[in-house]
Structure formats: structure tokens, C-alpha cells
């Protein structure tokens, strides 16, 4: 790696045992000098094991890999995105700007509205002209999981039919969502979202839903209760979806990328085309902001060092995000993908395996019931874990006191993790001396803490386009393509070959465990 890398190297080898009890002791303004705001976004960072000299050095390490050049790349339609030769195109999704993909991507997101106020007020009905009072959303990966969180935070808005969504190929699921719900064949609308239009589960679980239509109402109303959200349309016209319910996005969104996209159709459906335009302002807002702040004041690139000092210098191989807000409960599951698909990779640009650890696990669930679960391992475990903790200050108007109790839950749990209780207090308590090691807590565990005064359209598209960046910096930090995700490919192939050994119509050479585990399949029937 570069000179830069190394004199970050050697800063986090000198800082090792630092503690974050004596950075506060020693600069007693630290939380003010370790924050920064993003509009609405307010993200401290005191609490991470970072000096100022520390920060400097990381602050340097993304002038010098680029970072500003990368998103004016990244504007400019650039080639970022270079095992697929693809430019990196998610922020025009939401631009203003007047390049060609913005004004591609602006026209699709107006028919999707326009198609979506058609359904909500009744225009556009069922083939037996009822109007549509149930969404099912079928997709995997990026295709659901921005949709489920924008679903969970803007459930207040939702006020046209209700929206299900269905990801797992285990018949189980959609099963579920249409006899739980007790859904019908006349008053539902299937929305498949598929980028290629051939994710093998998609389509699997698509036909099912067209089979459950056409049994009931024949094969001529599959064109009336089927809207795709792709990027192949011919292939979805194949199928049988009519053209005027394709809504198109571009191979130069990659999925995880894609919810300011037309993907984003659902929430359009449930909750109106307006309050989706401020879900596009809020990312657009930090869009402007990380092209526009210098970086050693830009919180995504900051947060993202961070991400490349925890895994890299600190190795820390784990992240955990929680969540203090009930709209916010699917988030940890979206930066999962949105991270890990992102920079869970071993070799660099240029085709050179690293020599460093890159992407952490991420993992989390939200706040309340984590504290009475795994928070355990966060505040005694042995593992190396950094935490992202975010937090909304007012998430209901209906009950004050509940908001300050998980408000100061999250406080509570960051500062235990950072500065802990030593075996001196613990004593000072009175506590048993054989129960003195079992009560200490060793503390300087890092984490951050983001918060937003409320959660809407706007501040959630702000969030999740500050997540956005964070990868993307880090991705450059690290030389590798954070636009890719090639080590999806050899799980679906191989379960192509393997799938005809189940149903006994062919054999293959195989690996013992393979072949032994398909018998045992076969033997159940």
C-alpha cells in the first residue's frame, strides 16, 4: 500500500493502547471537536479510539486515493465500476442535473409515479375492475431490502393499499403472505423486481404468484396484475408483464444501490409520488453535501475511515448497527448487503490479492431487545466489535417519557462501551470481592453514535444515501471495486448443477458430502 497507508500503520501500532477514558480526561471538549453534522444528520464520533493525529492521517489517506475525483468520477459517468465496465450511476437517480442519465432515470421515476397515483386513486384496476387494495413486492437482495426499510420507517405515510413482500424461494413465504393476509386474486398486484429479470428465486416465486392469478382469473389477467421493475425490459415483456407496467432502471445501478430507483415502486404505491420526491430530496441533499464538504469535515468520508481504521489498523472484524428507533428495525439487514456485498472482497482493482482486512461482518438488530441479548458479548465478550448506534429523537408524539427512555438507553449503552467500570468502582459499590471480576467491564469498545431529530421521507433518504457514500469511500480506500459482487455468481451456478441431482433427472461427480446430503433429500420422499 501507499506511503499514506503506512504512516496510518504506524500511528495505530503507536496508539494501541490507548484508552478512551484518557482521551476525554485529557481534552474535555473531545465530543464537540469529534462531531459533525450532515443536514439533518448529526454523527459523533468521539467515542471511536482515534487521536487527532490519527484522524489527520486518514484524513490524508483519502486525499491521496482520491476520494473528491471518485465522486466527481462518479458524476461524470466514469468507468468506476470496472470489472463490468459500468459507470457508477445511483446518484443521478436523484439529481437534478441535466446529464443524460439523470434525465434517463428522472423519466422512469415520473412514469412510476404516475403509474402509482393511476393504481392508488383507481384508474388502473384488476382485470375484474376492482381496485387494488394489496401490494405484494417479490424480490431478493437489493431487488427488497431498501423496500422493506422504507416500508418500516414511512409506515405513517402509507395510505394507499397495503404492501407485502415477499424474498424467500421457501413456498412457506408467499404462502404466508397471501392466506395470513387473506389476500385476493382480484384486489392484488404483484410487483416483481429483478435487475437481470433472471434471479432464479424471483422467477420462481413470480410464477407461483401468476399461477395463483390465472387459476383464479384466467391467463389474460396476468397483464393486469403484474408490474416489473428492471433493467431488461424485453425480458419481462417475454414473460408476460405489459409494457406499459415496465418501469426501467439501468446496469449502472448496481442493486443494493437501487432503491431511489424505480425498485423503489411499493413505497410509491403506498405512500404517494410526493412523499417518494422527498425520500429523492433527502439523498440528493447528501449527494450535494459529500461532493461539496471538504473532507476532513465530510461525516460519510469520515464515517468510512472509520470502517478502514476498525477493520484495517484496529482489526475489528465485526460491526455491529442498532438501532434505537421501531422504523428502523430492518436497517441493520439493508447495510449488511449495502456493506458486506459491497467491500467483502480479497483482491484489488487491479486484480492484486489484498493484504489487509477489508469489509467487517454486519450484523445488528434494534436497540431495546438487543440490550437483553447479545449487548453481553458488546460489553464483556472477548470479540473485537465497533458499533454504530442510530437513534431518532422523536419517533411519536404520543409518549414522551417512552422517548427519553430510549434515547437515553442508547446514550447509556455507547458510554458503557466506551469507558466501562473498573474493578476500583465496582468496589466502591460494595460488591462481594469474589463478584468483583464478574462486575468489571473492561470498556474502550468503540462505536458511533448517528442521530436525526425525526424519521421521514426526507431524513430516511438522507441516511441511507450517507451509508451509500461510506461504502463507496471505503471501497477506494481499500482499491477494490465496491460495485461488483461476482462471489454471489459460484452459489447460483453450482445450485443449478446441483438442483437435477435432488429430482434424481441426472448425476453429476461430485464431493461426498454433496452427493451424500442429495441422497438423504431423495430418501425423504
Known amino acids: 500500500m501507499s506511503g499514506q497507508w503506512q504512516v496510518v500503520e504506524r500511528i495505530a501500532q503507536d496508539e494501541s493502547d490507548i484508552s478512551l477514558r484518557h482521551l476525554f480526561a485529557s481534552d474535555p471538549a473531545r465530543g464537540q471537536k469529534f462531531s459533525l453534522s450532515c443536514n439533518d444528520i448529526f454523527f459523533d464520533f468521539s467515542k471511536q479510539i482515534l487521536s487527532v493525529s490519527g484522524l489527520d492521517a486518514l484524513v490524508a489517506l483519502a486525499h491521496e486515493a482520491g476520494v473528491q475525483e471518485h465522486f466527481a468520477g462518479m458524476m461524470n459517468g466514469a468507468e468506476?465500476?470496472?470489472?463490468?465496465?459500468?459507470?457508477?450511476?445511483?446518484?443521478?437517480?436523484?439529481?437534478?442535473?441535466?446529464?443524460?442519465?439523470?434525465?434517463?432515470?428522472?423519466e422512469q421515476t415520473e412514469r412510476a409515479i404516475e403509474l402509482a397515483e393511476a393504481i392508488r386513486a383507481g384508474r388502473i384496476v384488476g382485470f375484474s375492475g376492482h381496485a387494488f387494495r394489496a401490494i405484494v413486492s417479490i424480490g431478493i437482495g437489493g431487488s427488497d431490502l431498501g423496500n422493506v426499510v422504507v416500508?418500516?420507517?414511512?409506515?405513517?405515510?402509507?395510505?394507499?393499499?397495503?404492501?407485502?413482500?415477499?424474498?424467500?424461494?421457501?413456498?412457506?413465504?408467499?404462502?404466508?403472505v397471501l392466506t395470513r393476509n387473506n389476500l385476493s386474486p382480484e384486489f392484488t398486484l404483484f410487483v416483481v423486481a429483478s435487475k437481470t429479470f433472471t434471479t432464479s428465486e424471483t422467477l420462481h416465486i413470480a410464477s407461483r404468484a401468476r399461477e395463483w392469478i390465472t387459476s383464479a382469473l384466467g391467463a389474460e389477467a396476468v397483464s393486469h396484475h403484474f408490474v416489473a421493475t428492471t433493467a431488461a425490459p424485453k425480458v419481462a415483456a417475454k414473460w408476460g408483464i405489459s409494457n406499459d407496467?415496465?418501469?426501467?432502471?439501468?446496469?449502472?445501478?448496481?442493486?443494493?444501490?437501487?432503491?431511489?430507483?424505480?425498485?423503489?415502486?411499493?413505497?410509491?404505491?403506498?405512500?404517494?409520488?410526493?412523499?417518494?420526491?422527498?425520500?429523492?430530496?433527502?439523498?440528493?441533499?447528501?449527494?450535494?453535501?459529500?461532493?461539496?464538504?471538504?473532507?476532513?469535515?465530510?461525516?460519510?468520508?469520515?464515517?468510512?475511515?472509520?470502517?478502514?481504521?476498525?477493520?484495517?489498523?484496529r482489526h475489528s472484524s465485526s460491526l455491529a448497527v442498532i438501532p434505537y428507533s421501531h422504523g428502523l428495525r430492518h436497517f441493520p439487514a439493508f447495510l449488511q448487503q449495502l456493506l458486506t456485498e459491497s467491500n467483502g472482497k480479497s483482491v484489488t482493482v487491479d486484480g492484486h490479492g489484498v493484504t489487509y482486512a477489508t469489509s467487517p461482518t454486519v450484523w445488528g438488530e434494534p436497540g431495546p431487545a438487543a440490550q437483553h441479548s447479545f449487548f453481553q458479548m458488546l460489553h464483556q465478550g472477548t470479540n473485537k466489535i465497533s458499533t454504530d448506534f442510530i437513534a431518532v429523537r422523536r419517533t411519536?408524539?404520543?409518549?414522551?417519557?417512552?422517548?427519553?427512555?430510549?434515547?437515553?438507553?442508547?446514550?447509556?449503552?455507547?458510554?458503557?462501551?466506551?469507558?466501562?467500570?473498573?474493578?476500583?468502582?465496582?468496589?466502591?459499590?460494595?460488591?462481594?470481592?469474589?463478584?468483583?471480576?464478574?462486575?468489571?467491564f473492561v470498556g474502550n469498545k468503540p462505536s458511533t453514535c448517528i442521530v436525526m431529530p425525526v424519521l421521514n421521507a426526507f431524513t430516511l433518504g438522507q441516511?441511507?444515501?450517507?451509508?451509500?457514500?461510506?461504502?463507496?469511500?471505503?471501497?477506494?480506500?481499500?482499491?477494490?471495486?465496491?460495485?461488483?459482487?461476482?462471489?454471489?455468481?459460484?452459489?447460483?451456478?453450482?445450485?443449478?448443477?446441483?438442483?437435477?441431482?435432488?429430482?434424481?433427472?441426472?448425476?453429476?461427480?461430485?464431493?461426498?458430502?454433496?452427493?451424500?446430503?442429495?441422497d438423504w433429500y431423495r430418501q425423504q420422499d
Open 80 to 106: 468506476l465500476n470496472v470489472t463490468e465496465h459500468r459507470p457508477v450511476g445511483h446518484m443521478h437517480l436523484r439529481s437534478q442535473g441535466d446529464s443524460s442519465m439523470a434525465a434517463a432515470a428522472k
Open 245 to 313: 407496467h415496465i418501469l426501467e432502471f439501468f446496469d449502472w445501478v448496481g442493486g443494493r444501490f437501487s432503491v431511489s430507483s424505480v425498485i423503489g415502486f411499493p413505497a410509491i404505491v403506498s405512500c404517494g409520488g410526493e412523499v417518494f420526491r422527498q425520500f429523492l430530496r433527502g439523498m440528493a441533499a447528501t449527494d450535494e453535501y459529500v461532493q461539496t464538504t471538504p473532507l476532513a469535515q465530510n461525516a460519510p468520508v469520515i464515517h468510512a475511515l472509520l470502517g478502514v481504521w476498525n477493520a484495517s489498523m
Open 151 to 176: 416500508a418500516d420507517a414511512l409506515e405513517a405515510w402509507c395510505n394507499g393499499p397495503a404492501c407485502y413482500f415477499v424474498s424467500s424461494i421457501d413456498p412457506t413465504h408467499l404462502d404466508n
Open 396 to 440: 411519536s408524539n404520543n409518549d414522551e417519557s417512552g422517548q427519553q427512555i430510549l434515547f437515553a438507553s442508547m446514550l447509556a449503552q455507547s458510554a458503557a462501551l466506551a469507558f466501562g467500570k473498573t474493578e476500583q468502582e465496582v468496589r466502591a459499590d460494595g460488591v462481594p470481592e469474589s463478584l468483583v471480576p464478574h462486575r468489571t
Open 463 to 518: 441516511l441511507i444515501a450517507f451509508y451509500e457514500h461510506s461504502a463507496a469511500v471505503q471501497g477506494w480506500i481499500w482499491n477494490i471495486n465496491s460495485f461488483d459482487q461476482w462471489g454471489v455468481e459460484l452459489g447460483k451456478a453450482l445450485t443449478a448443477q446441483i438442483e437435477p441431482i435432488l429430482t434424481g433427472k441426472q448425476s453429476i461427480d461430485t464431493d461426498s458430502s454433496t452427493a451424500m446430503l442429495a
